[in-house]
């Protein structure tokens, strides 16, 4: 399954989201939606206004979560 976190910079909750996905082995990509406006706007539509939102599959969600990312390596 393909995961995405898309980012900002300074970002205390992406970088949580990334060093707990790292520790639970899941790959994923990073986009920096401060260097990529189509990500931005992608975001945006889906609802979101805050980082990091992450794309997983068919899933999605923001904010460091946890629950969400712990279920992805079960």
Not at 30 to 43: F, I, K, N
């Amino acid at each position: 399954m393909a995961v995405t976190v898309y980012t900002l910079p300074a970002c205390v909750q992406c970088d949580s989201t990334k060093r707990m996905l790292q520790r639970n082995q899941i790959e994923f990509e990073v986009v920096d939606m401060s260097q990529d406006p189509v990500a931005l706007e992608m975001v945006k539509t889906m609802g979101y206004t805050a980082a990091p939102v992450v794309v997983a599959g068919d899933e999605h969600w923001s904010g460091f979560r946890m629950d969400k990312i712990q279920a992805l390596s079960a």
